[in-house]
């Protein structure tokens, strides 16, 4: 691997996140973790508060998504020194993973896919699907998303990951060995015995309800879009006209003021409808660091790609644990507890090759 010399201020930057204070004990089985995790983190002043137009836009800025110029952007990115490159700062990391186990976990809309406006058809490339094989080859991997997580195995089809889906509501296991990456038969021949946690499950009739009910109603609006994601929904305001956009989060709130036990999230140009579990992408690395046999280990580097506000969860967590990097996947700086950035999907895809690369002997 060629060795880079960071700059100094980068190397400032990234080294807060990576002290290791004793992490946190673990007790219990598996299974048994997961339900005292949801159980603990009950949140039941969850009410939707605020302007949600106003939280709408700011979260889907339209400059954002729409810049002219993409040399301005990646000049913007090149100066985003509080969060480096972690392909230019490639050895910054590496460094700080040596001699550690590495574990990734990786979003899926806008880091292993790019976004499109139809959520039906964000596929993701051979090229992505060889990376992310290569990385499971030698790393413990999972894909952590807010879509369902059969939806997701159906982009993604390796059994050999762990997936979280519905933000990290419904995880399974790796469904057949690393040398394995063809057939979801045997995905779904062992879909039993290897779900390893569904904190929401209880909720589950509540939510089917509140998806006929928003069904019935959104499709008023032009563009809108509800998908069903097991445990939690999302209201798809992607292709709204921005005119209509208070409208929409009206109509999603007239639906949910008679379940008390659904609250209202939000991500990139969608409305998240979850249970009032205090459980997201945060809880699932927790969770899945615990089912590795990491959580009491000091020699762990986890590495968390996201690109959304829902992923600054799990960033935090890893800035808690005092392990591993967060990586936002964005062209603009955004306020971010992640470690360090990539621009886009095809910066994700270099990165995982650096990755396996840097550990082949």
């Not at 059994?159 to 779904?188: C, F, V, W």
């Not at 309800?209 to 008023?220: C, D, I, Q, S």
């Not at 409208?247 to 639906?255: F, K, N, Y």
Request: hydrophobic share 40%; glycine share 8%; charged share 25%.
């Amino acid at each position: 691997m060629t060795k880079l010399v960071p700059e100094a201020d980068a190397v400032v930057a990234a080294s807060r996140h990576f002290s290791f204070p004793p992490p946190r004990t673990a007790s219990g089985g598996v299974v048994e973790s997961c339900r005292k995790m949801a159980a603990a983190q009950i949140d039941l002043g969850a009410a939707v508060t605020g302007s949600w137009l106003d939280s709408m836009k700011a979260s889907s800025p339209r400059h954002r998504l729409m810049a002219p110029v993409v040399g301005a952007a990646d000049a913007e990115h090149d100066d985003w020194m509080r969060h480096p490159s972690a392909l230019s700062r490639f050895d910054l990391l590496a460094s700080a993973a040596k001699g550690k186990q590495i574990a990734v976990f990786l979003d899926y809309d806008g880091t292993l896919s790019p976004i499109v406006e139809d959520p039906d058809r964000a596929v993701m490339t051979d090229e992505m699907r060889d990376a992310v094989r290569g990385v499971a080859a030698r790393f413990p991997t999972a894909i952590v998303s807010g879509r369902c997580r059969d939806k997701v195995f159906g982009f993604v089809r390796l059994a050999e990951l762990y997936y979280a889906g519905s933000h990290g509501m419904d995880i399974r296991g790796p469904t057949a060995h690393a040398n394995n990456h063809h057939g979801s038969s045997k995905q779904q021949e062992h879909e039993g015995e290897s779900v390893l946690c569904q904190p929401a499950r209880e909720f589950l009739p509540m939510i089917e309800e509140v998806r006929g009910l928003l069904e019935a109603k959104v499709p008023a609006i032009p563009g809108a879009k509800v998908e069903d994601n097991k445990f939690c929904l999302s209201v798809h305001f992607r292709c709204v006209d921005e005119k209509r956009w208070g409208a929409l989060a009206e109509q999603v709130r007239s639906v949910l003021k008679d379940y008390p036990k659904l609250r209202l999230t939000q991500g990139r140009k969608v409305l998240e409808i979850r249970p009032v579990i205090k459980w997201d992408k945060g809880n699932a690395l927790d969770f899945l660091l615990h089912s590795l046999g990491y959580a009491d280990r000091s020699d762990v580097f986890p590495i968390y790609i996201g690109d959304d506000r829902t992923d600054e969860d799990a960033f935090r967590v890893l800035r808690g644990r005092g392990q591993g990097a967060g990586i936002l996947v964005s062209r603009f700086p955004k306020d971010t507890a992640a470690s360090f950035s990539l621009r886009d999907p095809a910066e994700v895809k270099d990165f995982l090759h650096s990755l396996v690369e840097s550990t082949t002997t």
